[in-house]
């Protein structure tokens, strides 16, 4: 797996996986595209300015958005491409039955910003906004309302009990629904927008905030996020046959590193943990029969409104990219200066592979390799089928701590060899399916702060948030403990602390500082075409 | 020294379900501002019980029983002056929390009204330490290290940080010029004069009493366990003629074999593909199992042998003789037997009704979330009813024995399959043994927990759950049951209750770090050590 020799004649990839028929007109295009041919394009906020839920006509700028952008199925390239999703209190406003809102999952229904959730993602504890997050608190969300659970206001005899008052925490921006647009340049996609938007305001819809989506690939075609990392590199790989093919119609084979069941991508699909992804439903009337909405498995007179759709997590992370720099370069300083004899290697490029992972081109670091990385694959792409156990089971070349590491630890926290595949498998069951991409100009000195604003616009799907996202987040990323380590988070998502890493024959141990804000975030429904017709028809 | 895990399960007085709740919530908050509990406030409680690890106090309401009031503790050494202690520390707020409770109607009632009566002063400690239930498995994830023990350890940890980061701190670190030997030799004259303990050696963590008493009560078990299947045997042995009783047996042992080919797939929809297998394991146990019967063959013979000679007269040569026959034919019987259980146990599976959507209240589910994941450990505390028969109450027993004698062996590193993340965890019946209550005190969420038992060590978990009703359908005790994810993870919300009252005597640290802590403490207590062991050991600093 090491030494996989670098073809002659680069191809141009792997294979990629798509959906057979008729999954693919099914699924919206996001889904199985990260539209690499299409390097720019937006992504627009939207709000709907009305007061009631109305009882008809919910959808109606909805039909008016499609003539305009068309949302792009996964049935192949197209010119432009657009994508679409909805928060909760969206889908309420459009009209969407209450039922059928209570049908959802609950991360969906309660949104990002419930005040139990903000504490378990690291954003806020005890009623204040944390370090990783802009000051002053985000500027948007779904300003999702709070639920009944958030109050006991129950009246039961002999009840004494001191009722607890859940915040309601609210941001400045209410986003009701983002609609992601891409396009092959700046100018079409500027003209893009602005018919978007004249399309939409007779309806009421306005766009409250948005941000470009930049690839901005390199002369090497290395899309880079504003720290000079490529991005992106590691993707888990759907498979079910029949439904997941390669070009040719044959069934995408199941990928040892990174397969993952497409109920972990898709509703309505088998997950990683046996059963099937579990999606919303409607009650059966002849708009939802008219959308293309199929009877649902276990529910006699629904229609499932979730297959073929996902959930999409969404946060705009404000990138400090001068502080990282900065900070490495702080820290390698003190390196030197603590030990002049054997730190001659160590500057601010070496400490910051240390906090991805990788090098900048996207390679793994690797501690037997001799270059320092893992080599190339015969794409000549960095190489992603990997796994830790035995060949960097202490970190000595890709840290423990690091962000790669992190964000998914393979096999790397397998405690004896027997185990390696069972932490595998285990780990690929909280894989999430990244599509975010950048936004903001390129700083022109890494080390000198521009005060322009600049950043990522994460974007991931997943089909189970609790298990694949907030996980990620909180039990990987987050977490104090990961990898037997203390007292560290993510170098590069979590707040100020240390990062801990493995040297011969001691550990050196640097102080991070804060690079990477939160600016803004929701956890959005990502229907499915069907969906989209039946939305509309309200 | 050894720890102590048990719980008391008092039923509450419906009425004073919600007073109870807020008292408890009461105490919570005076103890500290932080929800989970913890500095501060705390303080004094980590000094007035200083053998206390965790302990929880919570309410679980009553749907099918009446509330149940919970208090869980897990402590090092013996129950009386833990009792003592927890009185001296909380005495007046528990004796508010049992006058909630109902009067037991059982010879404790003049107990329980001596300690609630208006302006009573008598000591609770009696009352709680007989109605404190022994728990049927537990398990211990840093086995035999008091908590004073891990404070100390874990300070001693913080130390060499600060040594490593700051020695020489204006200059070049000392420490980077060194081989690691000397790094250990260097770090441990540092460290010496703040603890001095490290010169002293270490206190042994599984006593040899314990040790010895481990493995006797697992042999014991298994020798009755193998006995008791050679009962029917022994029985026909005597009762028919050799030859008839062996061609019973072959019949009856195809014929189990033969149905259980036919109802031992899973039914549609229920099946799941795992790594475990029966053969497997029968195969790596092959060696103690072989062991275990000729242990049981050679205490058999010489417990029988003279019972045989008093009551027949016969000659040792014979007595001897007749006596291991009879054995071995009551040991011919065990497949037999074994195969006709694991059949009536398929038959009660297939018939078994699970929950596919257990229903979760979602006040619950806030209360609950709103109390977890402010600190690395979490709590988790849940009551489930047991199905019933004759053969599921045989089963959770032995079960539950055997699984507890054998995690006393195999889980001595803190390990369950490849996870350490529990500190204490124990199942105790409730309610006439009619429920199974299940606490456990872990580290990370308790979705990272819960998917750790889904992916990780389903077969164990099923094992000792799946007798709880509505569990997910289950093969043979351990197969499919907690893989289905979702359904599993719903089931045991809804089975769980909020932890009002949650102490941790050392809220920062995993089990993993514990035994990273004591790993170096090992270390630092050595006064030498080679290059090659000490790289191995500064892997942990």
């Known amino acids: 797996m090491d030494q996989r020799p670098v073809s002659a004649a680069p191809q141009k990839g792997p294979p990629s996986w798509k959906l057979a028929p008729p999954h693919d007109t099914l699924t919206q295009g996001m889904v199985v595209s990260g539209f690499a041919t299409l390097p720019t394009g937006r992504s627009l906020f939207l709000q709907f300015c009305w007061d009631k839920a109305p009882k008809k006509g919910g959808g109606a700028w909805l039909a008016a958005l499609q003539a305009i952008a068309p949302i792009s199925d996964a049935d192949g390239r197209e010119a432009r491409a657009a994508g679409l999703g909805f928060t909760w209190e969206g889908l309420r406003k459009m009209g969407l039955n209450a039922n059928t809102l209570a049908s959802f999952d609950r991360p969906f229904k309660e949104g990002m910003f419930q005040e139990d959730r903000l504490r378990r993602l690291g954003d806020r504890r005890e009623g204040k906004w944390l370090g990783t997050v802009i000051e002053g608190g985000p500027k948007w969300s779904g300003n999702t309302p709070l639920d009944n659970a958030a109050v006991d206001s129950e009246a039961r005899a002999f009840d004494d009990e001191e009722k607890v008052v859940e915040e309601h925490i609210v941001t400045p921006i209410t986003v009701h629904a983002l609609l992601l647009l891409y396009e092959k340049d700046e100018e079409s996609a500027e003209a893009w927008c602005r018919a978007v938007g004249d399309a939409l305001a007779p309806h009421n819809v306005k766009i409250v905030h948005d941000l470009p989506l930049d690839l901005r690939p390199d002369e090497r075609g290395i899309a880079r996020e504003h720290f000079g990392f490529a991005d992106g590199v590691s993707q888990p790989a759907p498979f079910e046959p029949g439904v997941v093919t390669v070009k040719g119609g044959a069934d995408y084979p199941q990928d040892p590193w990174n397969g993952v069941p497409l109920g972990e991508v898709l509703m309505g699909h088998v997950n990683g943990h046996h059963e099937v992804a579990l999606g919303p439903v409607v009650i059966d009337t002849p708009e939802g029969r008219a959308a293309g909405l199929p009877a649902h498995a276990r529910g006699e007179g629904f229609l499932d409104l979730g297959l073929d759709g996902s959930y999409m997590v969404v946060r705009e992370l404000k990138q400090n990219v001068a502080a990282f720099w900065k900070s490495m370069g702080e820290a390698a300083e003190r390196i030197n200066k603590r030990d002049p004899e054997h730190s001659g290697h160590i500057d601010a490029h070496w400490l910051a592979t240390r906090v991805i992972g990788r090098d900048l081109d996207g390679n793994l670091l690797c501690p037997v390799n001799p270059t320092g990385v893992l080599p190339v694959d015969k794409y000549n792409q960095p190489d992603n089928d990997f796994l830790f156990y035995d060949r960097d089971r202490l970190g000595l070349g890709c840290p423990l701590g690091s962000h790669v590491r992190r964000g998914n630890p393979r096999d790397g926290l397998a405690p004896k060899p027997s185990d390696k595949q069972t932490l595998l498998d285990a780990a690929n069951n909280h894989r999430i399916l990244r599509r975010g991409r950048k936004y903001g100009p390129t700083i022109a000195d890494p080390q000198t702060d521009d005060g322009k604003d600049r950043g990522l616009l994460f974007i991931c799907l997943n089909t189970d948030i609790t298990r694949q996202f907030e996980f990620v987040q909180q039990t990987w990323m987050l977490n104090p403990n990961f990898a037997f380590l203390y007292d560290e988070t993510d170098p590069l998502l979590g707040p100020r602390g240390m990062l801990t890493i493995p040297e011969k024959p001691l550990r050196r141990i640097i102080e991070v500082d804060t690079f990477v804000q939160m600016a803004g975030g929701e956890y959005f429904f990502l229907p499915s075409m069907p969906a989209i017709r039946y939305l509309a028809s309200l | ?541």
Request: net charge positive; charged share 20%; hydrophobic share 45%.
């Open chain 2, 1 to 541: 020294m050894r720890q102590t895990t048990l719980s008391v399960a008092l039923e509450v007085k419906p009425e004073s379900y919600d007073h109870l709740s807020s008292l408890l919530d009461r105490l919570r908050n005076r103890r500290s501002t932080d929800p989970s509990g913890g500095e501060g406030p705390f303080a004094d409680f980590l000094t007035r019980v200083p053998a206390l690890h965790f302990m929880s106090l919570s309410v679980f309401p009553g749907f099918d029983y009446d509330p149940l009031f919970v208090i869980e503790a897990n402590f090092d050494g013996a129950r009386g002056p833990f009792w003592a202690q927890l009185e001296s520390a909380i005495g007046p707020d528990l004796r508010l929390m049992l006058r909630c409770c109902k009067r037991p109607l059982d010879n404790d009632g003049p107990l329980f009204d001596s300690i609630v009566a208006a302006n009573a002063r008598a000591p609770i400690a009696p009352y709680l330490e007989r109605r404190a239930l022994t728990p049927t498995v537990y398990h211990h994830g840093n086995r035999g290290m008091t908590r004073d023990r891990i404070l100390a350890e874990h300070a001693l940890f913080e130390a060499t940080r600060v040594e490593l980061r700051c020695a020489n701190v204006d200059g070049p670190n000392p420490y980077r010029v060194l081989s690691p030997s000397q790094i250990h030799a260097k770090l441990r004259a540092a460290l010496l004069p703040g603890f001095g303990w490290l010169d002293h050696s270490a206190p042994k963590r599984i006593p040899l009493a314990d040790n010895i008493a481990d493995w006797a009560r697992l042999i014991g078990f298994v020798i009755a366990a193998v006995f008791a299947l050679s009962i029917p045997g022994l029985i026909l042995s005597l009762i028919m003629p050799t030859d008839r009783y062996f061609i019973l047996l072959a019949v009856a042992f195809l014929g189990f074999a033969a149905m259980l080919g036919k109802i031992g797939v899973a039914l549609p929809g229920t099946g799941v593909a795992t790594r475990f297998s029966f053969l497997k394991l029968f195969f790596q146990q092959l060696l103690p199992l072989v062991l275990f019967v000729l242990g049981y063959l050679v205490i058999a013979v010489a417990i029988g042998t003279p019972i045989s000679m008093l009551f027949t007269a016969r000659s040792f040569d014979a007595a001897w003789h007749g006596m291991i026959t009879w054995l071995l034919w009551g040991l011919a019987c065990v497949p037999v037997t074994v195969a006709g259980i694991v059949f009536w146990l398929r038959v009660l599976e297939r018939g078994d009704a699970s929950q596919d959507a257990p229903p979760v209240d979602p006040k619950m589910l806030r209360e609950m979330a709103r109390r977890e994941d402010w600190i690395p450990q979490n709590h988790m505390g849940s009551i489930v009813l047991i199905k019933p028969g004759i053969l599921r109450m045989i089963l959770i027993r032995a079960g539950h024995l055997g699984l507890g004698l054998v995690l006393r062996i195999v889980a001595r590193q803190g390990y369950l399959g490849s996870m350490r993340t529990i500190h204490f965890a124990h199942w105790a019946m409730v309610n006439n043994k009619s429920r199974l209550m299940f606490f456990s005190n872990f580290d990370q969420t308790w979705e990272s927990y819960l998917d750790d038992f889904i992916e990780k060590a389903h077969a164990g978990l099923t094992l000792a759950w799946c007798c709880g009703v509505g569990f997910p359908p289950t093969r043979f005790l351990v197969k499919d049951g907690a893989s289905h994810g979702r359904q599993f993870k719903e089931w045991a919300r809804h089975s769980m209750s909020v932890s009002r009252f949650w102490y941790s005597a050392y809220k920062n640290l995993t089990a993993e770090q514990i035994e990273r802590n004591f790993r170096i403490a090992i270390g630092l207590r050595k006064r030498t050590l080679s290059d090659k062991d000490a790289a191995l050991w500064i892997n942990d600093l």
